[in-house]
Structure formats: C-alpha cells, structure tokens
C-alpha cells in the first residue's frame, strides 16, 4: 500500500471519528429554523433541514418566522426558541 493511501485511510478514520462524536456530544446545539405553524399555548412546530420539530417558545412567532433554537446538550426532545432572527429577505 502507498503512503498516501494509508494516510488518507487514516485521515478518513479520524473524520468519522470525530463527526459521530460531535453527533452524540453532550453540549447544546443551536441552529436557525423556521416556523411552520403555531403548535398550541407556548410551542410552535419549526422546520430545520428538512424535518419538522416542536419547540417551546415564550416568545411570540408566527408562522414564516425565522428563529434560533436550542437543542440543550443534544436533546432532541426538549428544544427551545431563544429568539428571533432578522427576516430572510
């Protein structure tokens, strides 16, 4: 095998490595999304890359809104709006 085969066999190891590691880390995640409807008394349903999430929100949003969610240590099940974003133009 030629050096540079190894070492891009390596390097495509410590890649993979490192993204399933970022993937199950436990640390917030925060990412912009889009409001899609209002999902009842302080929660709205957001889309972000190309799935649809329920998060809780104490401010106020209406659909078409873009805003800032949290994922609080990579948890999926508990998100929250933190704000609002400028308008997409």
Do not use: H
């Not at 809104?65 to 709006?81: G, H, K, R, T």
């Amino acid at each position: 095998m030629k050096t540079q085969d190894t070492i891009n066999k390596m390097t495509q190891t410590i890649l993979e490595s490192v993204k399933g590691a970022l993937r199950a880390g436990k640390f917030d995640k925060t990412f912009k999304a889009k409001v899609t409807a209002l999902a009842g008394e302080g929660s709205v349903n957001v889309l972000y890359c190309s799935c649809l999430y329920t998060a809780s929100s104490s401010i106020p949003c209406k659909e078409g809104d873009y805003v800032w969610v949290c994922a609080p240590c990579n948890n999926w099940q508990e998100l929250f709006v933190l704000g609002k974003t400028k308008p997409e133009k």
